[in-house]
């Protein structure tokens, strides 16, 4: 019998995704099927155009599959609508950016509280939220800071904190080290370590970097909408 | 959901503030906008309630048939005692009139000479602000003057001013909720036939107080038959009505200026909407990243709506707020044959001011709001 604990977070059959491009159907993922047990850090890797960011995008709920099945914690969200599915990505995900996509006219704090404006929380149980991730990413002292003050690591990490600020089972992360220097690159990729190791966070990251990569536990490679074999992807 | 709500309008309000020169140039124009709608607004209303015949008019001013100017209209004051001979005439006062300028003016100075023991008859609700009543009735060349008047020259009790060829000196400050009686000189009825050298025993007109509206028209006509084939026939016509005849033209002027007010409203709706529209444009990312951080459809709607709404309530309020400002201190009045009408906003045309530019902000931000909420996130993420 497969108890709770045993069955995958997220669990993907037949997943397929069409859309149209002029006159062209474009399929960037056809039939699919993954298992991300719970806690995993998984990397995905391909080309451009293999698929992976599609599937991230599905997997977070911004997207909606043409086809197949998406479950997550064993509820099909691939049917939601857009107002249900929103309020589900609140709850349960935390989305990591390529490029931050901080608000430029608001500060760190308020960049972090964003997630959380849509809660119950009082304005003090906010606060605490948001200092404790601020202070995780340890961003404590840039708090009130714009964008603009801060450099590329620490907007990531002010992007990060904004993501667990709801304390989200899963964390998908697009290129999260793409636009940041190498030594940035390795304290974001701590970070992530960390929240999967001591938080238990299901981690999905579409990275292009092997050494990115490498801080996952497990990495999948995709090449035009498909998952390869292990010995494929050597 | 109140307090979502809430924090949803101090993050659209907050939005605006840091984008500071933006909103400044958009409130700007919304604020002009609205100053101008209504100042128009606030002239139509005065016109308004100052032709409007209520329960409680009961007066009928007699005029010299074919005359609309006080200068031209002259009636032997006589006249007054046959007039109360008739039936349903309750009190006839013979007022004569002197203006510095019968035309359409935006400065005019009015005396209005009545028989110094009949004023508080004639003009039964002034309030006496400051100086002495009885001084005023034992001095000929005395005036109380409206506070309007005062304020806008610069008179206080004690002070002597002359205009239209007439001195007087201040006995005491008026203040009255008619319009009219806040702008002008009352005087002693012979100082001003005398002062206007129309000579004695001549008036402009009569006002005559009848028992009840219902007779006003019966009244009227007896008065008009009354004097038909005298050399000075008269007219007849209720107060307001009178006023409304007598300064025709600048109703008519003032009613051409509610297009002036119309335009007004469209510039403020195409200003908030290019405005919104420019917004959203520039936040089609951004919107994507809030409702990839959970925020469903309906808060992204509700956020361009607030922007707008803050845009045309902060804009609204400003324009309005300076109306009020502007005509308090400036206390423009314009006159047409001896009529004078003070131009103060009242409370509604305030009111109706501000809850128009907010439901402007909120229509010309509601197609940029349906937009921004209903774009696909992938889609709007790429752009």
């Known amino acids: 019998m497969t108890t709770s604990h045993d069955y995958p977070l997220i669990r993907c059959k037949g997943l397929t995704k069409h859309y149209r491009k002029g006159r062209q159907t474009v399929t960037p993922l056809s039939a699919l099927d993954l298992d991300v047990p719970r806690g995993e850090f998984l990397a995905l890797m391909g080309p451009s155009g293999s698929g992976k960011t599609t599937l991230l995008n599905l997997i977070a709920g911004i997207d909606r599959p043409s086809e197949g099945i998406l479950e997550f914690d064993r509820h099909e969200i691939g049917g939601l609508s857009r107002g249900r599915l929103a309020r589900w990505r609140a709850a349960h995900v935390g989305y990591i950016f390529q490029l931050y996509h901080l608000i430029p006219v608001l500060t760190a704090f308020e960049n972090v509280e964003i997630p959380l404006l849509l809660s119950g929380l009082s304005r003090r149980e906010r606060r605490e939220r948001v200092e404790n991730a601020l202070a995780l990413v340890g961003l404590a002292d840039r708090m009130h800071h714009v964008p603009s003050e801060l450099s590329g690591g620490q907007e990531q990490r002010v992007a990060i904190a904004r993501a667990l600020v709801t304390d989200p089972p899963l964390l998908v992360a697009d290129e999260p080290t793409g636009d940041l220097d190498r030594e940035s690159a390795a304290s974001v990729l701590a970070l992530l370590q960390q929240f999967s190791a001591e938080f238990g966070k299901t981690i999905v990251m579409v990275t292009h970097d092997p050494r990115c990569a490498d801080a996952a536990e497990r990495t999948l490679h995709l090449e035009k909408g498909k998952l390869l074999e292990a010995e494929e992807a050597l | 959901m109140m307090v979502k709500i809430i924090r949803l309008t101090l993050l659209a309000g907050k939005q605006l503030v840091r984008h500071r020169t933006r909103t400044l140039l958009t409130l700007l124009g919304v604020s002009c906008g609205m100053f101008l709608f209504t100042t128009v607004r606030a002239m139509q209303s005065t016109l308004d309630s100052a032709t409007r015949i209520g329960a409680a008019d009961t007066t009928l001013v007699v005029y010299r048939e074919n005359r609309f100017c006080p200068e031209t209209s002259r009636l032997p004051e006589y006249y ?32 209005r000479g009545v028989p110094p023991q009949t004023l508080l008859r004639y003009a039964p609700d002034i309030v006496l602000l400051d100086g002495s009543y ?62 206007s050298k129309r000579g004695l025993g001549i008036v402009t007109q009569f006002n005559v107080r009848v028992d009840a509206i219902e007779q006003l028209e019966s009244v009227a006509s007896a008065i008009d038959e009354r004097f038909r084939h005298e050399a000075d026939p008269t007219y007849t016509q209720p107060e307001k009505a009178f006023f409304a005849q007598a300064a025709g033209e600048m109703i008519d002027l003032v009613s051409f200026t509610r297009w002036i007010g119309y335009a007004s409203v ?92 907010l439901a402007l902000g909120l229509l010309a931000s509601l197609w940029p709001a349906l937009v921004a909420s209903q774009k696909p996130i992938v889609e709007s993420l790429r752009s």
């Open chain 2, 80 to 111: 007054a005692d046959e007039m109360r001979g008739l039936p349903g005439v309750r009190e006839v006062i013979p007022v004569k009139i002197t203006v510095n300028n019968c035309g359409a003016s935006l400065d005019v100075v009015v005396f």
């Open chain 2, 134 to 195: 009885e001084t005023w009735q034992q001095t000929d060349d005395g005036a109380l003057i409206g506070r309007l008047f005062a304020e806008k020259r610069g008179l206080r009790v004690g002070d002597a001013f002359e205009g239209a060829g007439v001195r007087v000196i201040v006995c005491g400050i008026i203040e009255s909720p008619h319009a009219q009686d806040n702008q002008v000189a009352y005087v002693h009825l012979p100082f001003l036939q005398l002062a």
């Open chain 2, 266 to 357: 469209l510039a403020v709706l195409g200003l908030i909407g290019n405005a919104i529209m420019l917004i959203v444009r520039g936040r089609v990312r951004e919107n994507a990243i809030l409702q990839t951080l959970g925020y469903p459809p309906v808060a992204i709607l509700y956020l361009v709506l607030s922007e707008g709404a803050w845009l045309g309530a902060a804009g609204g309020g400003i324009g309005v707020g300076l109306v009020a400002l502007f005509l308090n201190w400036r206390k423009p009045t314009f006159g047409n044959e001896g009529q004078i009408v003070a131009l103060l906003p009242d409370a509604p045309t305030l009111v109706i001011g501000l809850a128009l530019a």
